[in-house]
């Protein structure tokens, strides 16, 4: 049964990831193009194409990390030129925030048929909606409802995989430790100089925090908790008021 479960997950979980990393990369390339950038038009990234975004190594650990309750991986940057821009500032942090953004706006999306369906079945138990958009009972409740093969249990596993893979990317990537989004973000925070200095290290910094997260994978989650619990917290206060006016136009 425990095999079952696994591979339904990885099933599910596939398909998943190739949508959330593709929509995230080009989220990033199309605001670039539409500040003016026409890079990544040109090499052929502004598309949903998988194949023109994954990287190999960090599709396999947003696999791996998945089953650690967090989900964190990364695909091929997107080239953007900045001096492109109006604004070399704004327009750099414009860009940057638009993969982060594109994955909370999946994740709130795919959010509602989740919390339909798993309503329905703790209504009896008088638990809030809002509850279950905390990832830890979304996880517990993709293992409950793995048990099952009907339609409406793949529906709640897929969605439920969605939400949780796009907000660990999210998060993930506002970490402000280069190469992930949130170091970009940076530009519009410290002097020029001060910027240059740490990204002159990026390479450093970036394949130390990369062997912290293999050695202890557990001290992402702690650390991104507070960050996490947030935008959830926010998603199930606005969700569930979103549910509950679709229940009273149906009922």
Excluded at 120 to 146: F, N, T
């Amino acid at each position: 049964m425990k095999m079952r479960s696994d591979i339904l997950f990885l099933l599910c979980a596939i398909p998943a990831i190739l949508v959330s990393l593709s929509f995230h990369e080009m989220a990033h390339a199309y605001t670039s193009y539409r500040l003016g950038d026409p890079t990544a038009k040109r090499l052929g990234r502004l598309t949903l194409n998988p194949l023109k975004h994954l990287d190999p190594v960090g599709t396999l650990m947003l696999m791996v990390s998945m089953y650690s309750g967090f989900g964190f991986g990364w695909a091929k940057p997107v080239p953007i030129d900045p001096t492109y821009y109006k604004n070399y500032k704004k327009g750099t942090i414009m860009v940057s925030l638009a993969g982060p953004l594109s994955n909370l706006l999946l994740a709130f999306a795919f959010s509602f048929p989740m919390v339909m369906i798993a309503a329905q079945d703790v209504q009896p138990y008088s638990a809030p909606s809002r509850v279950l958009y905390d990832s830890r009972i979304v996880r517990y409740l993709i293992g409950a409802y793995s048990m099952d093969l009907s339609f409406r249990s793949v529906v709640f596993i897929i969605c439920g995989i969605f939400y949780i893979i796009n907000i660990g990317l999210a998060i993930f990537n506002l970490i402000p430790i280069p190469p992930l989004d949130g170091s970009k973000i940076l530009t519009g925070i410290l002097p020029a100089r001060t910027y240059f200095t740490i990204m002159s290290y990026e390479r450093y910094i970036g394949l130390l925090f990369l062997l912290l997260m293999i050695a202890n994978p557990g001290i992402l989650s702690t650390v991104t908790y507070p960050l996490r619990r947030a935008v959830e917290l926010l998603f199930g206060l606005v969700g569930s008021v979103i549910v509950r006016i679709v229940d009273w136009t149906y009922t």
